[in-house]
């Protein structure tokens, strides 16, 4: 048997068969699962995609919902630009194609936040087309076995290894296969502690014959990460409910709701002064609490942490700013590391009052 051959006989045998996306052929719930899964966890899926297709139960419920909604129900899923490409995405498929999914690679991956391997992933599981896909597991999985040097997120080594996919193609049985390659990476051959002695594919493994299980794929390459630091406004109005303020569309956490930020070097003083500039509310700022640290991909962001609270309003109160109680730091759009922020100060002995 050759290599698809293997990886299918494995899946059919050992592969996924119970994941809540996998008893279908409806794209919209094969594409869902795949934007969820591209930087995150199955165990972490699995309950947000649930309770979004309960929510949003068709490609035409998700492009006639509003974008608030939709952030709302993705909210600590990370990566938010998958959640505005979803919902772009579901208004150019019911818009330009009458509601159906595309059948080819190519128009797929035209479609927003849907790539080269999304595309093959729908196209393979949803209608059975022979196509190719190169996500991080696979690209594991075929490092190894094809013994391919060098880090996988170089265009060289990438443009070898989807060359590697693109030949191992099996002639029939495009979805076992495909679920097997995802199944594989998943489960045998991890990153850290792969089973090969369980491997379907282990006798041609070429990483397993050269003792070079370990380091293959290369890790990145280490470079420093930029840090950027700001002063973020935890500002409680007389209620004791959080003003939030949502952030543009695009860019880090786009249209979540989050702290207003201002210089890292700002005084109190010219907190104060800006946030009656920008929102017409006068305040007092009670505390400054520990720097909180949270990693992006391409950079550290350290926020600083001002408690403040409102003293009065003027007449030109900006109305962009959106209260949220305690019970709803749980709901809300929220950043994981905002609503992290907030749950410890709700659960916390901090005084608000200096
Ligand atoms: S033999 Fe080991 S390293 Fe090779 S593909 Fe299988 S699990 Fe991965």
């Known amino acids: 048997m050759n290599f698809a051959e293997r990886v299918i006989e494995w899946q059919q045998a050992h592969g996924r068969h119970d994941l809540p996306w996998q008893r279908t052929r409806d794209p919209y719930r094969i594409w869902l699962s795949e934007v969820m899964l591209q930087q995150t966890q199955v165990a972490t899926v699995t309950a947000y995609y649930e309770r979004f297709v309960e929510c949003f139960d068709d490609v035409q419920a998700l492009a006639m919902a509003p974008i608030e909604s939709v952030m709302e129900r993705w909210a600590g899923l990370g990566y938010y630009s998958r959640a505005r490409n979803l919902h772009r995405c579901a208004q150019q498929i019911v818009d330009h194609h009458g509601g159906d999914f595309p059948r080819s690679v190519d128009a797929l991956a035209r479609l927003p936040g849907i790539g080269r391997t999304t595309a093959a992933a729908i196209a393979a599981l949803a209608f059975g087309q022979r196509a190719a896909i190169l996500d991080g597991n696979v690209k594991r999985v075929l490092a190894r076995h094809m013994g391919v040097e060098g880090y996988p997120g170089n265009p060289a080594v990438e443009r070898d290894l989807w060359q590697h996919a693109d030949a191992l193609l099996p002639a029939v049985g495009i979805e076992a296969y495909t679920q097997g390659l995802m199944d594989l990476g998943a489960t045998v051959c991890t990153r850290t502690h792969p089973m090969c002695d369980e491997c379907p594919v282990n006798r041609t493994c070429i990483a397993r014959r050269e003792h070079a299980v370990d380091r293959l794929p290369a890790p990145r390459p280490v470079r ?14 007389e209620s004791d409910a959080v003003l939030l303020e949502p952030r543009p569309p695009a860019g880090i956490w786009g249209g979540l ?23 017409g509310l006068h305040i007092a700022i009670n505390e400054v609490l520990r720097e909180v640290r949270h990693e992006f991909t391409h950079y550290t962001y350290l926020m600083r942490p001002y408690v403040a609270q409102v003293i009065c309003a003027s007449a030109v109160a900006d109305s962009s700013l959106r209260r949220i109680t305690e019970h709803e730091f749980q709901s809300a759009a929220l950043p994981t590391p905002i609503r992290r922020l907030l749950m410890q100060l709700a659960n916390s002995s901090l005084p608000l009052l200096a």
């Open 257 to 279: 709701l989050s702290l207003p930020e201002f210089d890292a070097e700002a005084t109190r003083e010219v907190v104060a002064a800006q946030t009656r500039a920008r929102y």
């Open 224 to 237: 420093s990460k930029p840090v950027r630091a700001a002063i973020v406004l935890v500002l409680r109005d």
